[in-house]
Nanobody
Framework: QVQLVESGGDLVQAGNSLRLSCVASGNIFSRSSAGWYRHTLGNQRDVVATITSTGTTTYAESVKGRFTISRDNAKNTVALEMNSLKPEDTARYYC?????????????WGQGTQVTVSS
């Protein structure tokens, strides 16, 4: 069973930075793609950034140039460096890990970490 634990969320002022971290249990991390999503007040979960098992990254347009996703396979960790934070970045951020099978993909989610950006 894979478990994901996020940390790093906080209340910060606009313009500041935060680093979110997600640690995965189990032994699938190095061969799995991963991502960060956020749940806004509108109750919609949007993708923020993704990273493949080989390190290819994608970003939502709203965070390009400000956020950086990275992974450390030796530590089973995926991180999200967030710079120049804006009030609209306020959300609960979730880590996702994707395990591929012949029949499809199994998604694992963490419990989330709250990021609040004040103006």
């Amino acid at each position: 069973q894979v478990q994901l634990v996020e940390s790093g969320g906080d209340l910060v002022q606009a313009g500041n930075s935060l680093r979110l971290s997600c640690v995965a249990s189990g032994n699938i991390f190095s061969r799995s793609s991963a991502g960060w999503y956020r749940h806004t007040l509108g109750n919609q979960r949007d993708v923020v950034a993704t990273i493949t098992s080989t390190g290819t990254t994608t970003y939502a347009e709203s965070v390009k140039g400000r956020f950086t996703i990275s992974r450390d396979n030796a530590k089973n960790t995926v991180a999200l460096e967030m710079n120049s934070l804006k009030p609209e970045d306020t959300a609960r951020y979730y880590c996702q890990l994707n395990e591929s099978f012949n029949w499809g993909i199994r998604h694992y989610w963490g419990q989330g970490t709250q990021v609040t950006v004040s103006s």
